[in-house]
C-alpha cells in the first residue's frame, strides 16, 4: 500500500513539473545565438513597438551577450577570430519585423504579452506557458517558437523592472 502511495505521490510531483509549470531554462545554447561554425549572429531581438523604453534599452543589453558568443576557431590559423557586425541589423520591433527575417533567424523577444504582440501570439497559441502577467521575471525558451527550425526565447517579467531581471539573468548565463 505504501507503495502505491508513493508511486501515485511521485507521479504527480513529476506530472506537475513537467506539464503544470513549464520547462523554464536560462541556459539557451550558444549555437542559439550564433553559428558556432562562423561566428554569425543567428538570432535577432524584438521588442514590442509600444513597448516602454527599457525594454529598448534591453534588447541592447542582450546584443552584448551575442557579441560576446560571437567567436570562432580558425583551424588556418590556429585562432580565434571575432566577427564584429553592425549592432542596428540585431534588433527590431515587432511591428517591423519581417517575415523572412523571422524565417532565417532564432528570435529573442523582449516584453510579455501586453507590450510584444510576438509573445501575445505565442501565449494565445498555447506555445509560451507562462503566466507573464505574474512573471518575476522569466526566460522561456520554445524550440521551433514561429517557424519550424527556428526558436525563440521569451525574457519578460509582469512589469519592466521584472522584464530587465530576467535579461540581466539571461545575460550573464
Avoid at 84 to 102: F, G, P, Q, S
Amino acid at each position: 500500500m505504501k507503495a502505491k502511495i508513493g508511486s501515485i505521490i511521485l507521479f504527480l510531483v513529476i506530472f506537475q513539473l513537467f506539464f503544470i509549470f513549464p520547462a523554464i531554462s536560462t541556459d539557451v545554447p550558444r549555437s542559439f545565438f550564433v553559428n558556432t561554425a562562423d561566428g554569425q549572429p543567428q538570432s535577432i531581438i524584438v521588442v514590442g513597438k509600444n513597448a516602454a523604453s527599457m525594454d529598448s534599452i534591453s534588447g541592447g543589453l542582450i546584443i552584448t551577450k551575442i557579441q560576446a558568443e560571437a567567436y570562432y576557431e580558425d583551424p588556418s590559423r590556429g585562432m580565434f577570430r571575432v566577427n564584429i557586425w553592425d549592432r542596428e541589423k540585431l534588433i527590431t520591433y515587432d511591428e517591423l519585423l519581417m517575415e523572412n527575417v523571422a524565417k532565417n533567424n532564432n528570435l529573442i523577444l523582449v516584453g510579455g504579452p501586453v507590450a510584444n504582440r510576438l509573445v501575445a501570439n505565442l501565449v494565445q497559441n498555447g506555445k509560451s506557458r507562462i503566466d507573464w502577467y505574474n512573471s518575476q521575471g522569466d526566460i522561456e525558451y520554445i524550440p521551433n517558437g514561429l517557424y519550424l527550425g527556428r526558436d525563440v526565447v521569451i525574457v519578460a517579467g509582469a512589469d519592466r523592472e521584472k522584464t530587465r531581471d530576467a535579461v540581466l539573468r539571461l545575460i550573464n548565463s
